[in-house]
């Protein structure tokens, strides 16, 4: 087996520099001539968007939401880190066909590709979580249908994007911390097996000295481009529905949906794959305990009695034209957690509303885009979420009601073939019948002297 590249050996010695030695072991010094093309910059430039993302990240953590929502520099921190994760996804896209059209993923580099195709799935999955903390419309009507995903998937009992705290450690901690390991596992065998010779015997190749300057003209360009890019087309924003809003423009909508969830009749009351989180009494949690708050709170002493719906709902009404009653309703959970308030919303029907004015309804395809309620418009949506949406409109899913539990089968089944795929026989040839691998690693014919 060709071992760490058939590196020239380094002498250490007690003069050796630390952050030298450091650098000597992570570099890859001597590829094939191929090697050096940007087919093989691809996995450099996914890690500069990773450290990017973690940069722009940790920094939007740390100043508040507001910040990146509102202050100009917030502003600019998220386009940047947006536009990182397109970048992130394209560039990952052209990786794995890169190692794909070259079989890449041959023994003994076949983990390879597992570590790295499960960095793609879990990347896809961190993107709706981060779409969940933004703070605006999007994440309302994104965690909702998140929730709808995973409760349909069996998974609503871990995964429950209505909780924004929950949401938070996920995409801030949980999923970069795991990803960070995976990459670590995914270099140190790839460095250590070295880059993957040609598999077709018909392609020559020489080993030379790994170009690192090159490298970091690639990984640069990239983030300029990211920073311009920015710089001139924002992340989206629009302001997130409350119920306030709807309790002053239609108070009969919001006092008939009171009725509705206090006769266990909703949307939330009556939701069919309902696991975990929408098991919860909807009369207690929206009527009586939002009555009972109040009555302690100001000290009244004629309460009406807890089967009394309409002088309860008549009480509260005013609460939810001025705001207390959300409050109310999220405070009913620990912690930062908005399931109550944005069941509630989706009870009264107003997210799925707007969103189909905003042209990001499900049945529109709506989850490969964002606000901007178009791919074409710039940031672009997350069209690397067109196989899920291409899998609704196929089996029709969206009026199925399993649809997201054969969605998430679906989807599932994919992901699964697609991280086994070196361990498949026969699909694993699959790259021998198309042509790219010569394209990609063989020997380019010198360009002639003029005039000869
Ligand atoms: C965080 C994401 C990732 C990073 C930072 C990363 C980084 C790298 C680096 C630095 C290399 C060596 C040089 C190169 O080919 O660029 C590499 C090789 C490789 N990666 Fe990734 N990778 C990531 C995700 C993936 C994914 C999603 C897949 C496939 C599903 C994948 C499959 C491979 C394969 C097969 C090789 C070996 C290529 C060869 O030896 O010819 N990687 N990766």
Not at 59 to 77: A, C, D, E, N, Y
Not at 107 to 126: D, K, N, S, T, Y
Request: proline share 6%; hydrophobic share 45%.
């Amino acid at each position: 087996m060709v071992m760490n590249d058939e590196r020239d050996p380094i002498e250490y010695g007690p003069k050796t520099n630390a952050l030298k030695t450091l650098r000597d072991k992570v570099y890859f010094h001597r590829l094939p001539s191929y090697g050096n093309r940007i087919f093989y910059s691809l996995g450099f430039m996914a890690l500069t968007c990773l450290l990017l993302l973690t940069v722009t990240g940790i920094t939007m953590g740390f100043m508040g939401q507001t910040w990146w929502l509102f202050s100009p520099w917030g502003i600019f921190v998220r386009s940047v880190h947006l536009w990182t994760v397109q970048a992130f996804i394209f560039i990952l896209i052209l990786h794995f066909l890169v190692g794909f059209s070259t079989s890449g993923f041959r023994a003994p580099r076949r983990m390879v590709w597992v570590f790295g195709a499960i960095i793609f799935c879990l990347v896809l999955i961190q993107t709706e979580f981060g779409y969940g903390l933004r703070g605006d419309f999007a994440s309302q009507f994104r965690a909702v249908s998140g929730a709808d995903f995973w409760n349909g998937a069996y998974l609503g009992y871990w995964l429950n994007p209505l909780n924004y705290t929950q949401t938070f450690i996920i995409h801030t901690a949980i999923i970069p911390l795991t990803i960070f390991f995976l990459f670590l596992a995914h270099y140190l065998l790839e460095h250590t097996y070295g880059i993957a010779r040609p598999y077709r015997k018909d392609i020559s190749y020489k080993m030379v000295p790994a170009d690192h300057r090159v490298l970091f003209i690639r990984g640069g360009a990239l983030v300029a481009l990211i920073l311009v890019l920015a710089f001139f087309f924002h992340s989206p924003y629009v302001p997130a529905v409350r119920i306030a809003d709807i309790a002053n423009s239609d108070p009969g909508l919001v006092a008939t949906t009171l009725q509705q969830e206090f006769d266990h009749t909703s949307g939330t009351a009556t939701y069919l794959d309902s696991i975990d989180p929408y098991t919860f009494d909807t009369r207690k949690v929206y009527v009586t305990v939002p009555y009972a708050q109040y009555i302690a709170t100001t000290g009244t002493s004629t309460a009406a009695s807890t089967t009394d719906a309409a002088a309860m709902i008549n009480t509260l009404m005013p609460l939810a034209q001025n705001g207390l009653y959300e409050s109310i309703l999220d405070q009913e959970n620990p912690s930062a957690n908005n399931t109550y308030s944005l069941r509630f919303l989706d009870d009264l029907g107003v997210p799925e509303a707007k969103a189909s004015t905003l042209n990001m309804d499900t049945e529109q395809w709506g989850m490969v885009k964002d606000e901007t309620g178009s791919v074409r418009k710039l940031p672009p949506g997350s069209w690397w979420l067109f196989p899920l949406a291409a899998v609704n409109s196929m089996f029709d899913l969206p009026d199925n009601p399993y649809g997201d539990r054969d969605a998430a089968f679906i989807l599932g089944f994919f992901m699964l073939v697609f991280i086994l795929f070196p361990y498949i026989p026969y699909l694993n040839r699959l790259p021998e019948l198309f042509p790219f691998a010569r394209l990609i690693q063989g020997e380019r014919e010198p360009k002639k002297p003029p005039g000869r």
